[in-house]
T-cell receptor
């Protein structure tokens, strides 16, 4: 099946700093989503981005499908950005999302 | 529009018992998927239902089963619970299967003692 690798596994930032999270996948995809998991476990949708670039406030994402990677940018980080960020993909003809292991982000004041 | 709802939110069961979890998708969504999250294995796909039919199943034993009703609500059942079944069970809904954006519920945290 399709493989998903996220880097870095852990990231510690000072409040106000910028960061880039990376997601590499092993095959062509028809779905790529970025999620933020809150402390209670719910997965919050950030972006649905199988290709192209999107922005939402301080967050933006880019997927280069031909090179099989996606990037999530967080600018001017805040303590509320802390948590685990997941990349999930589904391959052509597949109905299931395959998740990466996540990036644990800690933003300190 | 209301989001995906899951009941119950927390559950404690004893090894050997069975459990049923419920998921109500976003109104108009007809595809429901289930995922298990554990610290060791991460997030893993269990199964996906669309129009009351199981379309895809992950690599889990037959003790894990599910169904979907005509109103798109879904239930999953785990029989003969084992300690390793302790996990966060997440349900996701989408308009249709295959490449559509999925929206997740708050999850059911199951503890097996």
């Amino acid at each position: 099946g399709i493989q998903v690798e996220q880097s870095p596994p852990d990231l510690i930032l000072q409040e106000g700093a910028n960061s880039t999270l990376r997601c590499n996948f092993s095959d062509s995809v028809n779905n790529l989503q970025w999620f933020h998991q809150n402390p209670w476990g719910q997965l919050i949708n950030l972006f649905y981005i199988p290709s192209g670039t999107k922005q939402n406030g301080r967050l933006s994402a880019t997927t280069v499908a031909t090179e099989r990677y996606s990037l999530l940018y967080i600018s001017s980080s805040q303590t509320t950005d802390s948590g685990v960020y997941f990349c999930a993909v589904s391959g052509a003809g597949s109905y299931q999302l395959t998740f990466g292991k996540g990036t644990k982000l800690s933003v300190i004041p | 529009k209301a989001g995906v709802t899951q009941t119950p939110r927390y559950l404690i069961k004893t090894r050997g018992q069975q459990v049923t979890l419920s998921c109500s998708p976003i109104s108009g969504h007809r595809s429901v998927s289930w995922y298990q999250q554990t610290p060791g294995q991460g997030l893993q796909f269990l199964f996906e239902y669309f129009s009351e039919t199981q379309r895809n199943k992950g690599n889990f034993p037959g003790r894990f089963s599910g169904r979907q009703f005509s109103n798109s609500r879904s239930e999953m059942n785990v029989s003969t619970l084992e300690l390793g079944d302790s996990a966060l069970y997440l349900c996701a809904s989408s308009l249709a299967p295959g490449g559509r954006e999925q929206y997740f519920g708050p999850g059911t945290r199951l503890t097996v003692t």
